[in-house]
Each structure stands twice: as structure tokens, then as C-alpha cells.
């Protein structure tokens, strides 16, 4: 995976993936990046100028539409050398829908990503029409440029790419898998500050410990999450069974009953 990064500070992204897991998945070669300076393609020489006053009035100033094509146009130059697929264009904006983690999956399956780093109170809507194929917001709030946004992006997808996590920083186990986020963890020792680890998990029986998690991730996706609880319960509510001659819930049905009083089923199949 190759992220190209249109941004007037470089600088900014270099030093923030070049550190700790996208810095070894960088020298190993999994990912690379490119952070292009807007500036270079700005047609004022001297003063490198890329940003103007605002049509219609307005404070602030706006980024211009030739310096950011011009450097969008370099950067396809240097795609097209290596791929024939035109890349995404992805505008890093609170404007935009918001960035989860089924985005990043979808992501990580191209191989050339660009970002668009927007500063002072915007960019010259005509450049975004020509290049922009989408627009992604971090969330609701308002930061002082793209950079941050684009580096947590780029962070989010790179660890999905194959071979950038080793097996045991398993991208697989984690939270928003599902809907659930993940079980509680503990290290030694096996009791700190009067608390002990919860005995299940030095049993030994490896199915108990899976139905143990699997319940705490239920539980505290419920506590802290209950727009993604709702949504693992609808994803996982069973099937009625054709005759209630089984007797014994599913670990499923068993979580549910506990968190909602009955074992909901499946609307369908009431019909
Ligand atoms: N630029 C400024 N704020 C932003 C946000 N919340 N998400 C993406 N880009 C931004």
C-alpha cells in the first residue's frame, strides 16, 4: 500500500508514521508514504504563495485550486508508473461521512491511497469536483488542518495491510470486530492492589475462557456502546427454533436472556 499525502506540512507526516508500528511496516516495505508538499506546486516562485482571499467575503483565506491540482497531477504521474487503476482521492474533512473501521478494511484493499490535507478555512470547491472521488471526517469536531486526520487514517489502514502486524498484534481479536468491543485483558501479577484475575482465565479450559470473553465483550459493548450493542443484538439474535424440544441455550441465546431478560429471536421468523 502507498499513501500519497498532499499537505503544506510535510514534515508533520514523516515524523508521525515513521515511529513504532507504520515506521517498521514502512523499512520492511509493506506500506509506503509520500508526503508531497503543496507549496512546490504553487505558481508564485517567489513567494510559494498557495492560498487567497475568499469570493463573496468571509474571514480567513482559502487554499487555491492550481497549486493542489498541479500537485495531484504529479502524483498520478508517479501512480501510473506502477498501476493502471486510477487511485481514491480521499478529502480529509469534517464535511465528509464519518471514518469507522469497515472504511479502513474497505481501504486497505487498494494500493494507492491519496490524501487531500485542507488548512485555513478551506479549499476552492472547483479543485475538490475535479480530484476528490471522497470525502472522510475523523469525527464531529473541528481540528486546525488535515494532517492529524490523515495520519489517523493512514495509521487505522495500514495495520489492516497484510504483513504489517505480526501474529501476535493480531488485527483479528480486537475491538469493532462484530460490533463487540474487546473483553477485559490481565497480565501478572495474579493479584495488584487487592484485585485478582478473574479465576476462569487461569482454568485452563480454553472453550470457558472464549464463552467468558465473548460474554465481557457483550456486556461491555452494552455498558459503553449501546448504539453497537443494538446492532450485534439485531446481527445476532437466533433463529426461533422449529420445536423448543432443545432444551440447551446457545452461549448466545444464554447472553442475551441475561442482558435482556428473555432470548429475543428473529423477527422473520415469527411470520
Ligand atoms: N479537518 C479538520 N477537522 C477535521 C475532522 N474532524 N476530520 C477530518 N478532517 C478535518
Redesign the pocket.
Known amino acids: 500500500m502507498n499513501f500519497h499525502v498532499m499537505t503544506l506540512f510535510p514534515e508533520m507526516i514523516e515524523q508521525g508514521l515513521s515511529n513504532s508500528i507504520t515506521g517498521r511496516a514502512k523499512d520492511k516495505g509493506y506500506i509506503s508514504f509520500d508526503a508531497v508538499n503543496i507549496r512546490d506546486y504553487s505558481a508564485d516562485n517567489k513567494h510559494r504563495k498557495v492560498d487567497d482571499y475568499t469570493y463573496g467575503g468571509g474571514a480567513g483565506m482559502l487554499m487555491q485550486a492550481q497549486p493542489i491540482y498541479d500537485c495531484f497531477q504529479a502524483i498520478s504521474a508517479k501512480i501510473k508508473e506502477n498501476s493502471e487503476k486510477a487511485p481514491r482521492v480521499i478529502y ?3 464535511q ?1 461521512s464519518v471514518f469507522n473501521q469497515t472504511m479502513a478494511q474497505e481501504l486497505a484493499q487498494e494500493d494507492n491511497l491519496v490524501f487531500l490535507c ?1 488548512h485555513y478555512e478551506g479549499v476552492d470547491e472547483r479543485v475538490l469536483e475535479e480530484i476528490v472521488t471522497d470525502y ?4 464531529d ?3 486546525t ?2 494532517e492529524l ?1 490523515a495520519m489517523v487514517m493512514i495509521d487505522a489502514i495500514s495495520r489492516l495491510v497484510p504483513g504489517v502486524l505480526n501474529n501476535d498484534e493480531s488485527a483479528e481479536t480486537e475491538s469493532f470486530n462484530n460490533n463487540l468491543l474487546e473483553y477485559p485483558q490481565y497480565s501478572r501479577p495474579e493479584e495488584w492492589m487487592g484485585k485478582k484475575v478473574p479465576a476462569i482465565l487461569m482454568s485452563g479450559d480454553h472453550k470457558k475462557v472464549d464463552e467468558w470473553r465473548l460474554e465481557q465483550s457483550v456486556i461491555r459493548t452494552k455498558e459503553r456502546r449501546p448504539d453497537l450493542y443494538e446492532k450485534w443484538l439485531e446481527e445476532n439474535k437466533p433463529e426461533k427454533p422449529k420445536n423448543r424440544r432443545r432444551k440447551k441455550l446457545t452461549k448466545i441465546e444464554e447472553i442475551i436472556q441475561k442482558l435482556e431478560g428473555a432470548v429475543l429471536y428473529r423477527e422473520e421468523d415469527d411470520k
Open positions: 480529509v474533512t469534517p465528509g485542507g472522510i471526517s475523523i469525527g469536531y473541528v481540528l488542518g488535515g486526520p
